[in-house]
């Protein structure tokens, strides 16, 4: 303010270079003002520092209403002397050099549609006070945790359900049982390799993996019998068996199973063997096309009603379709209905609510922690995902069958139900919407914290309103600011470059996944041997992996991590394309994955600081739709093994993730930083602004 500057001010009143802060009881509307050469902040009775950062906002209240306001004030506060002396001053008396002060300050910033200094305070600077990851949020993460136990059962069980056992033609009179148990005079392995019933393996050595799905791993066929009426035969001597001559072959109608590893599977329930045996993948195409669908509603949801509504809602939705589906086990096809198309249909709709939910619970939980903590809260929250992975092998152990897992599953997420009741909504999300009795809410809730995390604010916390209110309203006016964020041609490039790294990342995650669990697959004779220990070593090798990523995310930054896990996927899938030795093979591929699920755990975190508050769960709902492409596709690749080369599904996988990991070099980094409100702020991440020589501020290569 320079000469201007009174030489007194009231109480209540901060001096600061060219500002004049006055109480937030002078104000009849809740903008901020401009005055003189100064500008007028909102202040607390707090002198809390953090929250009165000067920042540039729009004029508000009429000049004269602000002018008496004053007056009344400092009536109140001071003798008529000191009035005279603040009161005397010529740019708080004249209004017409006022208007002229705040059109020129409006010229200043006119090239600035988005607010580049931002506005008085954030909610990150409340979050500070709060405490960033304390009690209270530890308690809200484990709440959520229940949900995320559940959702990973729901979706990694295809994985029981998917399960090809060893299978052959039931043929009556001749099943393995009466074999067994009628009291003939040969046995089960004698009669399956004699060639009565089913046709052998050939000797020649030029069968391709498809050949090799037709017979058992004894060498007897699995899709076809000798086309006889084996009804004559029912009291037949084993001698006159034998003697049977060789006929045409005929397609199997039912079939009976090897229950020593599972008893109950999808695949055993509907038939989806031989011809039908790509069929498999439509249980985890339906599932990921519901995710897709999912991510979509999810985010709708979620910013227009709230997260913790969301969570609840789906979760509630989620439990009901989860109780159909187990339903369908007994269901029986009537009026020409295909069951099958009945179970995938219920099986679609809870993916839709399970992504749904898992996207509102993440964003949830990235507004109420920190900054300085989100890397570990975002590697930490897939935590619960790996439990749930690992949780499956041991059911599938114990139960041997894909509906017993399905309701246990069931029974966690009724647990996970109630205590989702509880859940407090996002105080973020109920400042930035503008009520009244949304803003008393959010102050509740964060006095709330305050008392849980032993911290304490300031007595008058009506000052978050106006700043997360304008960032909100400033960000909603039009169509076309809300839409900015994909007409930036820098953020266009940033979404394509995410979009590609989420679906790759999908397809090779869950393609390894389903790798590691098809047992029947070829030269994969270790698998065979420990199909659950192979799956729970998969499930609990993500605990570490999340552990190691808490630290080289705090060390390295977001773009440096997510690259190296991209990479050293891409090492490891490549040596298991050229591994002879099945160990080899097994270790790579379980390496692969571990890295791959590191590679996730970024996505998701650095997903979340790209995106500006007002799109943010929209944001990265759109990314995991996209990724649900790739994960959808993943189970036709895996499969692919069976009809090509056992190697192709390794060089597709390895090939696109050394595709995606250079897409990453697109990307900005975001570690430490605050997590950007406006459209504006996602640009500037793009664009760090650097220091001029001259002291003044760079001009903005591009402008929204």
Known sequence: MGDDRPSTLPLGVIQEESHFLLPQSLYAEPAITQVGKGRIFLLTQSDTDLLLRPRVSPL?????VLNKKINEYLSEMMDAEEQTSILSEPRLNSELEIKNQHYQKQKQYKRDRIDKNLLAIDYDGILQLTGGCKKWQILMYMIISLQQIPHAMFNLSVVYMMYTPEHWCKVPGFTQAEVKDGGRNYTWDEFS?????????PSNNTRSASDERKYTKTGFGQCSVYDRDYSLYNESSWGELKKLPKTSEVGCTSWEYDTTVMEKTVVTQFNLLCDDNMSRAHLHLAYSLGYLFGCVVGGIVSDKYGRQFAIFFYAFISLFFGGILYLTDNFYVRSGVNSMFVFLFIRFCLAISNEAGDIAAYVYCMEITGTEYRSIVGSLMHAPWALGYALLALLGYLTKSWSAIHIAALSCHFIALIAIYFLDESPRWLIVQNKKSHMIKAESIIRKVCEINKTTLPSDLGIIKHAEMAKWKKEHTTLKQFMSFYTSKKLIGRSISLFFIWASTALVYYGLVIALSDQSAPERSVFKKAFFINNAIAGMLELPTLAIG?????RFGRKNSLMFCLVFSAISLTIAIFANDSLILLFSMFLAKCFIQGAFNVLYIFTTELSPTV?????????????????????YVAILSDVTFPKVPMIIFSGLCVAASLFVFTLPETINAPLPDTIWDAVKLH??????LSGEEPEDEEKE
Do not use: D, E
């Open 60 to 64: 508000g209240a009429s000049t004269p």
């Open 193 to 201: 390799q004699s060639q009565v019933i089913f046709p052998l393996r």
């Open 550 to 554: 808490c630290v080289v995310l705090m």
């Open 615 to 635: 799109l943010r769960n929209s944001f990265i709902g759109i990314n995991s739709m996209i990724s649900r492409l790739g994960s959808g596709a993943s189970g």
């Open 687 to 692: 664009n760090p602004r650097k220091p001029c």
